[in-house]
Nanobody, 125 residues
Framework: QQQLVESGGGSVQAGGSLIVSCRAS????????MAWFRQAPGKEREFVAS????????QFSDSVKGRFTVSRDNDENVAALHMDNLKPEDTARYYC??????????????????WGQGTQVTVYS
């Protein structure tokens, strides 16, 4: 059973917005920090944003800070990445990931135990 399932993404013109959602079967959901990573062809998977289980601690990569936000609904078991002012360099496959942590989150790929299948985001100029 897939523990994390992404939805959303798609193609958008530069300057536009998209939301990528991640529905989790991890329980209790509030005990899991969630993160978003992305991977472009030929490149390593890189950190984008993360949010603690409580929702109070959030982190963003420098490349998306001020443009992307992250949220979660612990009652609905869903996390979301809200992407505004998208740029062509944001084009990648986006993955959500989870690890047990209520108070904080991590930027490291290796620290996440659960992964979604990914969803493609394409930004054209």
């Amino acid at each position: 059973q897939q523990q994390l399932v992404e939805s959303g993404g798609g193609s958008v013109q530069a300057g536009g917005s998209l939301i990528v959602s991640c529905r989790a079967s991890l329980r209790p959901f509030y005990n899991y920090a969630m993160a978003w990573f992305r991977q472009a062809p030929g490149k390593e998977r890189e950190f984008v944003a993360s949010i603690s289980g409580s929702g109070r601690n959030k982190q963003f990569s420098d490349s998306v800070k001020g443009r992307f936000t992250v949220s979660r609904d612990n009652d609905e078991n869903v996390a979301a990445l809200h992407m505004d002012n998208l740029k062509p360099e944001d084009t990648a496959r986006y993955y959500c990931a989870g690890r047990p942590n209520y108070y904080s989150s991590s930027r490291l790929v290796s620290e996440y135990d659960y992964w979604g299948q990914g969803t493609q985001v394409t930004v054209y100029s």
